[in-house]
């Protein structure tokens, strides 16, 4: 049942280190308005850690919130899950919210757990999909026994809860503009007792992970392309065409390339313009991770490969030949 006492929905707006909000609470707003609408049009709101509120306040119009509460306090600065899960907490009891949705980046899972042991909530991590049941209770979908199932759970305690894997949802370019509030919080952590110091920051630089983000075209290869020569070919033929390269999970698991770029159900999702899938043989625990691309592209030697189920452009072939042909030209 609705809980008479609990109303909106909370997001978590995380920033990295340089000041860039995640992509993920843009996915999450969208999909948040969507869940508002079938509660009646509900408030959507967000939290953010920051010293300069300014410079986000634009996109947090643009985008239609309908308040942010936001903490300007210098040790704020580094993440603390002491000290952000406090605040955001603080929010949460200002605000009573009817669910509380947070982005499944390494920050957002170890935040979120927190938040839900200290409201005695529940928390449905990892979501792959979120909606509204017909009692309008949050109904979270996401992979349970070790991907096998999709289990979709609802949470008897308000507020409810939910983490979503980045890459799941779609930023949809909307004019949702709004006149939103912008409320400054008071940070009272004086009685917390942060016991964990950053010593030092260690930036790991692998330019595939975050080009995977934002290709435009990506070059897939699976466990026809059997080994690494067949990846170097594949090398080859995605800087041909200006392509980033991923790979299937057994591919990954034959260390054929790094588990950063597995696309799937256990791995990234991904949304590309151009989805070039290369001797893949198109099982589902693979498509839900590429399925939302724009156009799909299938090379494979067995024509009742499933992967042409759900290409837009399909090619019977040996890859070596075709991927050799391109390289050539
Ligand atoms: C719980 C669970 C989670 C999983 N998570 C993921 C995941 O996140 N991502 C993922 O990818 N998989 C995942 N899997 C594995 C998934 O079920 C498939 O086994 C996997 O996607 C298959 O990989 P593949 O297409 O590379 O290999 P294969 O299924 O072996 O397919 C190889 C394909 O290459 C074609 N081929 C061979 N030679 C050539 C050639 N010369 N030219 C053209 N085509 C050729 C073959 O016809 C075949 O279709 C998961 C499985 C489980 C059980």
């Given at each position: 049942m609705p809980n008479e006492n609990n109303s909106g929905i909370l997001l978590y707006a995380q920033t990295n280190r340089e000041g860039y909000i995640h992509t993920v609470f843009f996915e999450l707003v969208d999909k948040a308005k969507d869940l508002a609408q079938k509660l009646g049009a509900v408030d959507v709101n967000a939290v953010i850690f920051t010293s300069d509120i300014e410079k986000y306040k634009e996109a947090f119009q643009n985008m239609g919130l309908d308040k942010v509460f936001y903490f300007e306090d210098e040790r704020l600065k580094e993440y603390s899950t002491l000290y952000y899960s406090k605040l955001f907490i603080d929010v949460a009891k200002l605000t009573a919210p009817e669910i509380i949705l947070i982005g499944a980046t390494n920050q957002g899972r170890d935040l979120a757990p927190r938040i839900s042991s200290e409201l005695h909530t529940g928390l449905t991590a990892d979501c792959i999909e979120l909606d509204i049941n017909e009692k309008g209770l949050l109904a979270a979908t996401r992979p349970t026994f070790g991907g096998q199932l999709m289990a979709t759970i609802l949470c008897?305690?308000?507020?409810q809860m939910a983490t979503v894997r980045p890459g799941v949802f779609r930023v949809r370019s909307v004019d949702n503009k709004k006149d939103t509030e912008f409320i400054k919080m008071e940070?009272?952590?004086?009685?917390?007792?942060?016991?964990?110091?950053?010593?030092e920051f260690k930036k790991l630089i692998n330019a595939e992970i975050n080009d995977l983000d934002s290709a435009e075209i990506i070059v897939c290869g699976g466990?026809?392309?059997?080994n690494k020569q067949g990846f170097d070919l594949l090398k080859q033929f995605a800087d041909k065409i200006g392509a980033t390269v991923a790979a299937t999970r057994p591919a990954v698991e034959s260390g054929?390339?790094?588990?950063?770029v597995q696309i799937g159900q256990t791995g990234k999702t991904v949304h590309p313009k151009i989805y070039i899938a290369c001797a893949v043989s198109g099982a589902i625990q693979h498509v839900v991770g590429m399925e939302g691309s724009d156009h799909i592209i299938a090379i494979n030697?067995?024509?009742?490969?499933?992967?042409f189920d759900i290409a837009d452009t399909g090619i019977v072939g040996d890859v070596f030949d075709i991927m050799k042909k391109y390289i050539e030209n």
């Open positions: 008897k305690t308000y507020p940070s009272d952590l004086d009685s917390v007792d942060d016991k964990v110091k950053l010593l466990m026809g392309l059997k054929l390339a790094p588990r950063a030697n067995d024509p009742n490969a499933p992967i």
